[in-house]
């Protein structure tokens, strides 16, 4: 703490001292005019008064910037018993501490010092009474220094407490969430590369593995019959290849979700859906890219999971707005019992953490479920088109070439929807 800190921190806290007696008189005041109903309004202004010294004296002097407007008579209740008692204390230490420095002085400079032994264990010391003075007074001032300080640390934890913290105190927290939220769209990256990877494993490989199978019987066989049957069986595994692509790329994104907008994509994923899905959407307009395709996957999550582990019968999604915030509620009548820290439901949580958002999930033994995401309508840090395109970016290539490979067919774009909201990842 620099020199200058120091001495703002000390000004601060010997105004607070002084503050405090003020607090006090007032509180003793306040307690009897609260009970006349005439007093009360001269009381709350003046508690009104002492509450805005106590802000400006907390931000100039401390550093301290109070988020609440009104901390109550709490706050001055404590306020005035730390004023008054460390004001008694610093008070007395620095008459004592002022004795000891001028009965000092006054024996220096008037050469009256007298001998004093001071006798430890082993070692046995003489000095004079000047030097003793001098060496404990500036202890003891010293003493009261550190005290000082120390009961500016104590008034920021009570402002904190009682007016909401400071800005330093929210500046160290948002370092800590988005520390925190960089780390999880890392590991979310990670995990849908390991997902992609899987699917393209999985599903896209061993439809090409086949074809390439059939298309080599078909060109070593001397048989025109049973070339044709060959070719025949090919052609339908290209199909499936190219059905098994469009899956793949609606996985990672959805186009319709770009090109028709949110409401349209989740109408496809309730209409493909295995069990009654209804979509109330209270949107007056689409909301900026990254949002939308948050609010998209948390719905089609949520749906997923009640499909495939809780038994939903019925599933009931609700998108709502306000003037600030933009929310997704995702219901059913399943079993419940949902684990937010699940693959699919921490990295939705992760998502929505990432856009200053916040990720509920309520799901008790038995049901019913519930799953809430709400997300601010404007985003800092950029245009939302720099953020789409960032986020575009988290799997460099994939996406376009699946899209691209997708693409290469006559069937309409809308057949990309054909595959089941329950192969979800």
Known sequence: MSGSRVARVLAGVAMGMALGLVELAFLCVAWIGRLLPAARPVVEAARRKLMAAERARLSRWLGNEATRQDGGYGFLIARAALGVLS????????????LLLFGGLWDLAWGRMEPVPVNLPGVKIVTTSGVLGLTGGAVLL??????????GSLERRLADRFLGPGSHELMRRRIAELTATRSGIVKAVDDERRRIERDLHDGVQQRGVALAMLLGRARHNSDAELTAGLITQAYTESRRLLDELRS????????????????????????????PVTVHYGLAERPVSEV????????????????????ARDILVVLTEDERVVGVAVSDDGEGGADPSGGGLSGLARRVLALDGEFTVHSPRGGPTKITATLPKIQPGGSPEATSRAASAAVPGVAAAASRAASGTAEPRTDTFGAEAGSCG
Not at 89 to 95: I, R
């Open 142 to 151: 010293a003493l009261v220094a550190l005290m000082a300080l120390a009961v």
């Open 87 to 98: 004001g008694y204390g610093c008070a007395a230490g620095l008459f004592v501490g002022g």
């Open 292 to 311: 939308e395709t948050a609010l998209y996957f948390v719905a089609r999550e949520a749906i997923t999971n009640a499909i495939k582990h809780a038994g």
């Open 248 to 275: 793949v790329a609606w996985r990672i994104y959805p186009t319709a979700l770009d090109e028709l907008g949110l409401r349209a994509a989740l109408a496809g994923v309730a209409e493909r859906s295995s069990v």
